[in-house]
């Protein structure tokens, strides 16, 4: 019975000790089909929490993000996201991608009373009902599919078809941009589901080019979105295509290639480019003094994710736990970004509702 009570005060002064740290946990697909949007995810994330550590880190303490690979499989996230709360002690985990894969962390933020802040995803189910665990810093994607088909209709393209993942985000989506539909008086000419994992869209893509589609919503990942636009092509169908801020990075640019212009993308921050916004001046000026040549879409949902991890964490007070942490974040009202305010309460955890469309021009750029 000692002997189990030494155990239990060593572990707690250890995780205590972790917590010190001031350590975040990121699961997250750094391989398979989304790596390239995780890794600029990241990239944006440590370009602030750097520039924060450079400036003697939060209350004295540095801030260390701990990204592991979760291989973009749900059942690896839970597994890798255990061990990063029970055996690294994170303070909260952070920005982990898919909708699946944040669907299937619920249970264990509840078990462990950890918050999940930033996820790349903006599935419905981390919004309502509120999650006291989750804190969400984008705006929905059924809000992103519904703007996406209104604008297509307002444009004169109403015969538009959708091709969605089969899994949960696929479905979530769908189901905004049927909301779209609803509201411009139309229905989709082909709405057919393609599996998760390598998917083959030679099939949908000749039905979509027979029946003269004028547009496509691909609801798919990085890699799967690419394939389909090709699929496409190689149907002979000119289909104007639209995807979403899932795939808001130069990464998926380079995976579409020469069929990347013209294609649509639905973006959750403002441009990229546009200084005017304190947000995005703060991380030019930062990816700059790094030597880089500017920032992505991604890149700025990891730099904005971090601002409130480090805004909750200086509330939180010094020696944070997990609780304050969470606490802290819920406090959050009107809180700038830069330009964007963020605000929780114990009914709201959605933080930015902001939405908007680019479409990537001729030279490989994302344009508003």
Avoid: C
């Amino acid at each position: 019975m000692r002997h189990r009570l030494l155990v239990a005060i060593a572990l707690t002064i250890l995780l205590a000790q972790a917590h010190a740290q001031l350590r975040i946990g990121q699961p997250s697909g750094f391989s398979g089909s989304v790596a390239a949007g995780v890794k600029e995810n990241t990239e944006g994330a440590r370009l602030y929490f750097d520039a924060v550590n450079a400036r003697g880190g939060v209350h004295g303490e540095k801030i260390e993000l701990i990204s592991v690979d979760d291989k973009f499989d749900p059942k690896v996230t839970v597994q890798v996201a255990r061990e990063l709360i029970t055996q690294r002690g994170v303070l909260a985990l952070f920005l982990n991608r898919g909708t699946p894969h944040s669907e299937a962390l619920l249970p264990l933020l509840a078990e462990h009373q950890v918050p999940l802040v930033a996820p790349s995803t903006g599935a419905m189910v981390l919004h309502q009902p509120v999650n006291p665990w989750v804190f969400n810093v984008r705006a929905t994607y059924q809000r992103e599919a519904a703007r996406a088909v209104e604008h297509l209709a307002s444009i004169g393209q109403n015969r538009i078809a959708i091709i969605e993942t089969d899994d949960s985000f696929g479905a979530d989506s769908a189901a905004g941009a049927m909301q779209g539909f609803a509201k411009a008086k139309l229905e989709p000419v082909l709405r057919q589901k393609t599996p998760r994992d390598k998917p083959d869209y030679s099939a949908v893509a000749a039905e979509i080019a027979q029946r003269q589609a004028h547009a496509v919503m691909v609801i798919a990942s990085a890699g799967n979105t690419a394939n389909a636009v090709k699929a496409l092509r190689a149907a002979g169908s000119r289909a104007q295509v639209v995807t979403l801020s899932n795939n808001a990075s130069d990464g998926f640019i380079q995976l579409l290639g020469e069929h990347a212009r013209g294609v649509i993308v639905t973006q959750v921050f403002p441009n990229e480019r546009s200084v005017s916004y304190p947000l995005i001046k703060e991380a030019q000026d930062l990816a700059k003094a790094k030597g880089l040549a500017g920032v992505s879409p991604a890149m700025m949902e990891g730099f904005a994710g971090a601002k409130v991890v480090v805004e909750g964490l200086r509330r939180a007070g010094p020696k944070p736990t997990p609780q304050k942490l969470r606490d802290a974040l819920e406090g959050l009202s009107r809180y700038d970004l830069g330009g964007l305010t963020v605000s929780y309460s114990s009914g709201n955890h959605t933080g930015l509702d902001f939405a908007d469309l680019s479409i990537i021009d001729a030279s490989g750029r994302f344009r508003r």
